[in-house]
Nanobody, 124 residues
């Protein structure tokens, strides 16, 4: 079983940057595709970015392309989400998730494991 813990959320002004981290545990962490989702108040959870178990192959939601970058460090059991040029509409709770198989645009229901989430608030 894989356990995930997100960190790095906080308050940032529009145009600023944040880097989210997701620390995983479990012997098979490196074998899982990883993804980031987000959920704003009153909205459904939506896909943000995903990366295959070996890295390299990534996928992004159109709303974050060119601004967000997903990466992973399997040696440290960590996946990252670098968020640049943040906008107020990026405000949401961001969740890290794991799946046995990589998909370009995974749905929340298709993921096997979830973290508890970290709040990102973009002001102005």
């Amino acid at each position: 079983q894989v356990q995930l813990v997100e960190s790095g959320g906080g308050l940032v002004q529009a145009g600023g940057s944040l880097r989210l981290s997701c620390a995983g545990s479990g012997r098979t962490f490196s074998s899982y595709a990883m993804a980031w989702f987000r959920q704003a108040p009153g909205k459904e959870r939506e896909f943000v970015a995903s990366i295959r178990w070996s890295g390299g192959t990534t996928s992004y939601a159109d709303s974050v392309k060119g601004r967000f970058t997903i990466s992973r460090d399997n040696a440290n059991n960590t996946v990252y989400l670098q968020m640049n040029t943040l906008k107020p509409e990026d405000t949401a709770v961001y969740y890290c998730a794991a799946d046995r198989w990589f998909r370009n645009n995974p749905s929340p229901g298709g993921m096997d494991y979830w973290g508890k989430g970290t709040l990102v608030t973009v002001s102005s």
